[in-house]
């Protein structure tokens, strides 16, 4: 009897059982991944699966020249790609895939549990039974075929031709070593700003490798002049203007009220453009602690086309448009990991967010983290899957930049070299592994050479340079509350949980304690980590991990806080890590979306899903920013807005304001801020109590704001209304009267 004749004496072959399965899915054993058959509702044909559905990727051919060297590449000039709409059907009609109702009630699940994550904390146990069974529910889902991610573009099998520009590398390095010694005077100036931006742009072009896309360009254009100029809109066209429009009333609507106040920081900011104006270009501003300069030369950028002045408006409207202009890059990022469909879901989610909003309404430096982050980790990311160095180069530059940003910003070459090492480690590097080192020094190498100037100032100045990292890292202003290990631990912790938990405690930049996502975004974030999880178990994909690492390693600026704690976590201090999550999140209702499959019907079913759920969000995000945060931030801001009010009045009566003071009280307001809505933005207002009598000798209506509170006299500045009752005995007080508790203030008013 041949070996292919069944034997009758022979045990019964015995089917796999799910715990097999899921020994083979994740290869804990050394067997083969046991393959599923179709599960088809009974009575419907069976579908096509989603691997033979799914979108293939197909490499084409880039010939690119540099100084006659010419380099064969096959890249792939797209990465994962999705029908938006029902336009191409590769399935007969008739044929539909089963109705993902497991799937669905995972979601429900997990929307259910991450509601209850919502303040006040007293249903958290119930939220997370909730999240159980939704995780139980999603585990069921992918083990019969329902929830799948689409797939990751292929990796390109290119190599690098290791070629370079002599003559423009030869000539960039003394230029930039040049440049490195006239900036050690901390300035700006029309000479050394020439000489450095000549030396990036000869050391970049002499990496840079054309691709002769120009003949195309000339081609399309005498195209349009032969045969006119049409315009053609599509419907994925128009969902792409809705989606900017969108995203576009939720940063900048309310813009000059919400937040209302602003406090001692935008003061500091104030005063730095000021400096600038008065011919003071600094490279690294040393006022409060010191901070990197770009934000101080965008908003009297900002200042001059808006008119709007040194004021706390152009602060608000300067860093509203940067964390508006970081969203197209989670735009191509999301298309280049996930798709156009991921790419317009994570587009929407972080431009309605009430966390990239809320820290792009501030003032402060806060969205430059991840207005950098973004593009740097979209070209690091296309660089190793197309093994195109001019990706590298790319990053390079946003890296370099992002240093001259926002400090958290400093930890970015880690997730860099954390990148290229997991790349490195996985297979998609196979035949790349040589070139990988060249590729890291060519980016470091462009970013060091942007960096010049800081790094000029850094190497003069190393402590003030480093003040306030290290005030947060080590004992420098305080001594540490325990092991440095443990209170690491802990902030991490605490950092993974802010997504779905407890934001901090930080009023000025969050709404305290309550999770940084909301309750849609929450739910599908929490999912996507799980199914990119499973999909990076199954597949070992470098990328799959990355974006699981990138998450706590673009959090370490706030879990790095370890002489202060209660400051993690931080929602601008790990403001970058809101660029994987959002991407999570669009990969999880991508998938869940793909699940439902195709037809004219079930594309209608899709569609309302996904607009269900983002209308939920808006709705949701708009509260949190619009009413939620605005009353918590108003509660705790001081009114300074309704002092330069009193300002202004006065000067347009008296046409002065030399004479105007604030009297200093303890935990009261910063005395540079009315002056600043009074548009001095140079002056400090305060009179401290002992210099009081000094104000008789000046001619003149006067004018004394001083701390107010009827309801708690120990908060009444009684000393200053006493002194200046004894000095002008014909003084006028009145209260003003605040709509807000506790904000009032004393006008005592002298006139000629």
Avoid at 158 to 173: C, F, M, V
Avoid at 448 to 466: D, I, K, N, R
Avoid at 615 to 628: G, H, I, K, P
Avoid at 708 to 723: G, K, M, V
Wanted: proline share 7%; net charge neutral.
């Amino acid at each position: 009897m041949s070996d292919e004749t069944p034997n009758s004496n022979q045990p019964p072959v015995q089917e796999p059982s799910v715990l097999d399965y899921f020994k083979s899915l994740f290869r804990f054993g050394r067997g083969e991944r046991i393959q599923l058959p179709e599960f088809v509702e009974e009575g419907q044909p069976v579908a096509v699966s989603d691997q033979q559905s799914a979108v293939s990727h197909q490499p084409s051919v880039i010939s690119d020249q540099i100084e006659g060297t010419e380099l064969d590449r096959e890249t792939i000039s797209q990465p994962a790609t999705f029908q938006p709409f029902d336009q191409a059907q590769d399935k007969p009609s008739n044929i539909q895939t089963p109705f993902p109702w497991r799937s669905l009630l995972a979601l429900v699940l997990a929307l259910l549990g991450q509601k209850l994550f919502e303040p006040p904390p007293a249903t958290i146990p119930l939220g997370i039974a909730l999240y159980i069974m939704a995780l139980s529910t999603l585990g069921w889902a992918i083990y019969r075929g329902e929830w799948t991610l689409v797939p990751l573009a292929e990796t390109s099998e290119g190599t690098d031709p290791l070629t370079y520009r002599r003559l423009a590398l030869i000539i960039s390095l003394p230029l930039a070593l040049w440049a490195f010694t006239l900036f050690t005077d901390n300035l700006f100036t029309k000479t050394n700003l020439l000489i450095w931006l000549v030396a990036i742009m000869l050391f970049v072009s002499a990496f840079w490798i054309n691709q002769n896309k120009r003949w195309s360009l000339f081609a399309g254009l005498s195209g349009i002049f032969r045969n006119g100029f049409t315009i053609k809109i599509s419907s994925w066209t128009l969902l792409l203007i809705a989606a900017t429009a969108l995203a576009f009333f939720f940063r900048f609507t309310q813009n000059a009220s919400v937040p209302p106040e602003p406090f001692s920081d935008q003061a500091e900011k104030i005063l730095d453009v000021y400096d600038i104006t008065q011919g003071q270009t600094h490279i690294f501003f040393t006022r409060n602690t010191g901070r990197e300069g770009f934000q101080m030369y965008w908003t009297l950028l900002v200042a001059n086309v808006f008119g709007t002045g040194l004021s706390y408006l152009s602060l608000k409207l300067g860093t509203a448009i940067l964390g508006f202009l970081t969203l197209p890059f989670i735009y191509l990022l999301g298309k280049e990991i996930g798709g156009p469909r991921v790419a317009l879901f994570a587009f929407i989610l972080a431009g309605i967010g009430y966390w990239p909003n809320v820290i792009s309404r501030i003032g402060l430096r806060f969205p430059l983290y991840p207005l950098f982050a973004a593009p740097t980790l979209l070209f690091l990311i296309r660089g190793l899957r197309t093994r195109n160095r001019n990706d590298f180069l790319l990053a390079g530059l946003f890296l370099g930049l992002g240093l001259h940003g926002y400090s958290p910003m400093r930890i970015v070459p880690f997730v860099v070299i954390a990148a290229f090492g997991l790349y490195w480690l996985h297979s998609q590097s196979n035949g790349a592994r040589r070139e990988l080192p060249v590729w890291l020094a060519m980016l470091g190498l462009v970013a060091l050479m942007v960096f010049l100037p800081l790094l000029s100032y850094w190497v003069g100045h190393p402590a003030e340079f480093g003040f306030r990292a290290f005030t947060r890292l080590s004992g420098t202003e305080r001594e540490l509350q325990g092991s440095a290990i443990e209170i690491f631990a802990s902030n991490v912790w605490k950092g993974l949980k802010m997504y779905n938990f407890d934001d901090g405690e930080i009023w000025v930049n969050s709404i305290p304690h309550r999770p940084a996502l909301d309750i849609v975004t929450g739910g599908l974030f929490v999912i996507g980590v799980v199914l990119v999880l499973i999909r990076y178990l199954r597949n070992r994909h470098w990328l799959d991990l990355f974006l699981l690492i990138s998450i706590p390693l673009l959090q370490l600026p706030s879990t790095l806080s370890l002489a202060f704690p209660g400051e993690n976590p931080a929602l601008n201090r790990a403001g970058g890590a809101y660029i994987p999550a959002f991407i999570l999140s669009a990969l999880a209702l991508d998938g869940l979306l793909t699940s439902l499959g195709r037809g004219k019907i079930r594309s209608i079913l899709i569609w309302s899903i996904a607009g269900l759920l983002l209308y939920y969000s808006a709705f949701q995000n708009y509260d949190l920013v619009f009413s939620t945060f605005y009353n918590s931030f108003r509660q705790g801001s001081w009114n300074t807005s309704d002092i330069g009010k009193e300002v202004k009045e006065f000067e347009k009566t008296y046409g002065r304001t030399d004479t105007v003071w604030v009297v200093p009280f303890p935990h009261w307001v910063d005395t540079r801020l009315p002056a600043v809505w009074a548009g001095i933005p140079n002056r400090d207002m305060a009179m401290w109590p002992e210099e009081l009598p000094g104000t008789v000798e000046l001619t003149g209506p006067k004018l004394f704001i001083v701390k107010a509170n009827i309801e708690d006299p120990q908060w009444n500045d009684q000393e200053a209304l006493d002194i200046l009752n004894s000095l002008y005995p014909k003084g006028q007080l009145r209260l003003f009267d605040s709509d807000v508790l506790g904000h009032d203030f004393w006008v005592f008013f002298v006139p000629q």
